[in-house]
């Protein structure tokens, strides 16, 4: 009896081993496995994705219809044409301000261009612990890791982290513990941003930097785009620093297309 | 046709182990459709209501890696580290078998 009784403790210990082994092996070498299935999975993967996004955003289009009175339509309607409006307006404005750089660029030989790549977004990042992206654009499309995301055109959201044949990840910048380098428009004030998750950044500043609630912050470059505007910031008498929060002007849930700059 | 249909398949679904071998099926076609489709932490939440309902649900380390592989990148705030979802269901796994050693339902 107790030579069975060791018998079975010498097996379970030895599977505990070979398991301890197995997890070692699967930490040690989690990039190189990852990137290997990844590539393998992006197959399966890609049409899965793609086909839920259309159905998820199907779903909530037919039951939002269902739930929306006429009234509340007219108002919804009335109040984007007010926003279209208004939008038009600042457009106007924006359009002969860039004609004037882009005259200015030439005159100074510095007239670059980026040349991006439309992609649909097939997953977004609510649905991974990551915050990360997968669009539906790979190798095969010239893609590259490290290529910069943009959202509207000329929202910088993030970089491409990981790419397969048919599709890429994307690691936004707004994720945990990334940092990213920004510019306060119009003041010149650099700052470095680190990442909080669902579009937020936090900076810190010495108090006597006037920053504003309300001021953009742009990517550093020839060709800067825009990060997100200053939401709040908070400041303790005692600390010499002030924090400073930046949000990102997207809804990221609500994401259907970026362009990548290749 | 009904009941040879009855007498066919439902000895298959009433058994008591074989009822829960097919939920057990079916709990994996619901991971995976909430790994592609759903927020992750509604993901999170299934697999530890299945290691809770099912005995010894080693297949959710399984799903966890699957789901690292379609989303995971090297999160900056953890050096680099890829693996969070597994890491953390394969605890969970071994969290709630334990807690289901010391734990008895009298319902």
């Keep these: 009896m107790t030579y069975l009784r060791d018998n079975e403790k010498r097996k379970k210990r030895n599977r505990v081993f070979l398991l301890l082994i197995a997890v070692a092996f699967l930490f040690y070498y989690q990039h190189k496995i990852i990137s290997f299935f990844s590539d393998k999975t992006a197959l399966v993967a890609k049409p899965a994705l793609e086909s839920v996004s259309v159905l998820k955003e199907k779903a909530s289009n037919g039951i939002l219809s269902v739930f929306l009175s006429k009234s509340s339509l007219v108002a919804q309607n009335n109040g984007l044409k007010n926003e279209l409006d208004e939008s038009r307006a600042k457009l106007l404005d924006y359009s002969r301000l860039f004609a004037e750089n882009s005259e200015l660029k030439t005159l100074l030989g510095r007239n670059e261009q980026d040349k991006t790549l439309l992609a649909s977004v097939i997953s977004k990042p609510n649905q991974s612990p990551y915050d990360t992206i997968i669009v539906d654009v790979g190798e095969k499309n010239s893609v590259f890791a490290g290529a910069q995301v943009l959202a509207y055109g000329d929202i910088i959201i993030g970089k491409i982290s990981e790419v397969s044949n048919d599709t890429s990840k994307a690691t936004l910048f707004s994720s945990p513990g990334e940092e990213y380098e920004g510019m306060v428009l119009g003041k010149n004030i650099s700052l470095k941003l680190l990442g909080r998750g669902g579009g937020n950044f936090i900076s810190e500043f010495p108090r006597g930097v006037l920053i504003e609630q309300g001021d953009q912050v742009y990517s550093v470059g020839l060709l800067p785009h825009l990060l997100g505007t200053v939401q709040n910031i908070s400041s303790d008498p005692r600390d010499p620093f002030q924090t400073v929060l930046v949000r990102g002007p997207i809804n990221m849930a609500e994401l259907r297309f970026v362009e990548i700059i290749l | ?107």
Excluded at chain 2, 29 to 58: D, Q, R, T
């Design chain 2, 1 to 107: 046709m009904a009941k040879s249909l009855h007498a066919g398949v439902m000895p298959f679904f009433t058994t008591g182990m074989n009822k829960k071998a097919v939920f057990r099926i079916i709990s994996y076609f619901v991971l995976l459709a909430s790994i592609l489709s759903m927020p992750w932490w509604l993901s999170l939440v299934l697999v530890g209501a299945f290691l809770f309902y099912f005995n010894k649900y080693y297949e959710a380390v399984f799903f966890a890696l699957l789901s690292d592989i379609v989303y995971a990148t090297p999160v900056a705030k953890l050096n680099g580290f890829v693996l969070v979802s597994f890491s953390i269901v394969f605890l969970l796994t071994f969290l709630i078998e334990f807690l289901k050693k010391r734990m008895s339902f009298d319902l």
